[in-house]
């Protein structure tokens, strides 16, 4: 699955909203993930965990307890400038690095993940980083999500049977917003990364499903989480959100729908409390490689 390396999330304004709008992880797959380690190597805290595609820290921050040292790194400067500013802990290296050619020594890392990022590299060049960088028994981990369902809750309780239509709301939203070259990798994250899986080098490999609920989100968080995915640039592409009054137009007439949807299943916007999100997460681990 050769591609050309993807550069996106590459200005500060962009680094910003993706901050606001990207979930964290929660302890259900921060523990698989641990756990994963700890089939192979023993010991109560690992040595050195490597992130490639760090982003503002969502992953680094609930990640970094359980190692002496962390590695993060982001191609974006301005996702680096975020993750520093959000780190939560003291003994995390943030440098802008590539995928492709990791800042590590040879088999020094116990962990090497990626979330929410790998689908933006040239995954040939990664893997033979991940084999190089690995120590021997050390396990990769991927990361990914798309958009998440979203349930309204109203005086009355949840309306369930909204959630398909609110979804695909958020959905049409982002990939009619998308450019061409972005648009197939959303299928490859929406369907766990079945191309990526197979890709894997690695002797024993496994993928498993978690679910991330947020129960008390506002409109605004799903908002937020739309504005971190709309607004994207490559060097070879420029995306149809390319500015704040293109950015603004999209997000207002998301709003009207979504409130248009509510209206036509007679519930009022205005009664909605809260909302119920549920990102699908697809976690694949993989050791041993070839």
């Known amino acids: 699955m050769a591609q050309t390396p993807l550069r996106v999330f590459e200005t500060a304004s962009v680094s910003d909203r993706y901050a606001r709008g990207r979930p964290t992880y929660d302890d259900k797959i921060v523990q698989h993930i641990v756990g994963s380690?700890?089939?192979?190597?023993?010991?109560?805290?690992?040595?050195?965990?490597?992130?490639?595609?760090?982003?503002?820290?969502?992953?680094?921050?609930?990640?970094?307890?359980?190692?002496?040292?962390?590695h993060a790194t982001d191609i974006s400067e301005s996702q680096i400038v975020q993750a520093k500013a959000l780190s939560k802990v003291d003994h995390v290296n943030y440098q802008v690095g590539s995928a492709e050619k990791i800042s590590a020594k040879d088999a020094s890392a116990d962990l090497l993940i990626a979330a929410e990022s790998v689908h933006f590299y040239d995954l040939e060049n990664f893997f033979s980083e991940v084999r190089r960088v690995l120590k021997p028994g050390g396990c990769l981990v991927l990361i990914g999500y798309v958009h998440p369902n979203v349930t309204p809750t109203t005086s009355n309780g949840a309306q369930r049977q909204l959630t398909a239509s609110l979804s695909n709301a958020v959905e049409k939203t982002i990939i009619d917003n998308l450019g061409r070259t972005l648009v197939p990798l959303y299928y490859e994250i929406q369907n766990g990364y079945p191309k990526i899986f197979e890709a894997i080098p690695a002797k024993q490999k496994s993928k498993e499903y978690f679910h991330l609920i947020y129960?008390?989100?506002?409109?605004?968080?799903?908002?937020?989480?739309?504005?971190?995915?709309?607004?994207?640039?490559?060097?070879?592409?420029?995306?149809?959100?390319?500015?704040?009054?293109?950015?603004?137009?999209?997000?207002?007439?998301?709003?009207?729908?979504?409130?248009?949807?509510?209206?036509?299943?007679?519930i009022s916007p205005e009664s909605v409390t809260s909302y119920e999100a549920d990102y699908k997460m697809t976690v694949i681990t993989a050791s041993n490689f070839k």
């Open 215 to 266: 129960d008390t989100w506002k409109l605004k968080n799903v908002w937020d989480f739309i504005d971190s995915a709309i607004l994207l640039k490559c060097p070879e592409e420029t995306f149809p959100i390319e500015s704040e009054r293109k950015r603004t137009k999209v997000l207002d007439t998301f709003v009207r729908n979504w409130n248009e949807i509510l209206e036509n299943n007679e």
């Open 37 to 70: 380690i700890r089939s192979e190597l023993k010991g109560e805290k690992h040595e050195l965990m490597v992130e490639v595609g760090c982003g503002s820290g969502q992953a680094t921050n609930v990640l970094a307890p359980y190692f002496h040292n962390v």
